[in-house]
C-alpha cells in the first residue's frame, strides 16, 4: 500500500543524493558513497551528464522538478478544460 492519495511526497531522496553529490563535485571531492547506494548512481549520473543531454536533463528534473506541460488540442480539436462541477467559473 502506497502512501493516501493526495499526501504529499515530502521525502525525496534521490533529489537529495543529487544535491550532496553535486556540491561534493563542485569541491572536487571524490564520491565516499557504497557501490549501488542512492549516492553512488547519483554521481554516476552526474557523471554522464556532462557526455549525454538525457542524463543531464534527468538531474535537472529531479532538482528542479519536471517543467509542467500543457494540454492543448491541435489544428483540428479546441484545447481541452476541466470542468469541476459545483465550482466557480
Known sequence: MGRPKGA????????DALRIEVASAEKGQKSVAHKGSLRHVARQLLIRAGEETIA???????LDGKVAQAIVGDN???PVRFIIEG???
Open 56 to 62: 543531464c536533463r534527468e538531474v535537472a528534473d529531479r
Open 76 to 78: 483540428e480539436h479546441a
Open 87 to 89: 465550482a466557480p467559473d
Open 8 to 15: 504529499e511526497n515530502k521525502d525525496k531522496p534521490f533529489r
